[in-house]
């Protein structure tokens, strides 16, 4: 059975970093991050392959957020500059036996979600 456990959530000033981390005990190809902001619905924000030579990302992290994996470590990397408040939610890795994909209903595997609050 796939695994994932996500950290290094927390809180934070605007225009600081923080780098989420998601152990997954089976992860062999796609992986996500998606993010629920308070009273929202969940979102898309970054994807990489089993290989992670192919990405993607929502706009609202393009060229803010760096998503990466160690597959030596079995761990999905959610790197944050420049945070702001917008940017408070759970965040949840998810992972699928397939390429990338930003579809939310594509990922059967996810992991219970760590908080990010960013304040001002």
């Known amino acids: 059975q796939v695994r994932l456990v996500e950290s290094g959530g927390g809180l934070v000033e605007a225009g600081a970093s923080l780098r989420l981390s998601c152990v997954c005990s089976?992860?062999?190809?796609?992986m996500a991050w998606f993010r629920q902001p308070p009273g929202k619905e969940r979102e898309f924000v970054a994807t990489?392959?089993?290989?992670?030579?192919?990405?993607d990302y929502a706009d609202s992290a393009k060229g803010r957020f760096t998503i990466s994996r160690d597959n030596a470590e079995n761990t999905l990397y959610l790197e944050m500059n420049s945070l702001k408040l917008e940017d408070t939610a759970i965040y949840y890795c998810?992972?699928?036996?397939?390429?990338?994909?930003?579809?939310?209903?594509?990922?059967?595997?996810w992991g219970q979600g760590t908080q990010v609050t960013v304040s001002s």
């Open positions: 998810a992972t699928r036996d397939g390429p990338t994909t930003t579809y939310e209903s594509q990922y059967p595997f």
């Open positions: 089976d992860c062999p190809y796609a």
């Open positions: 990489i392959s089993g290989t992670g030579e192919v990405t």
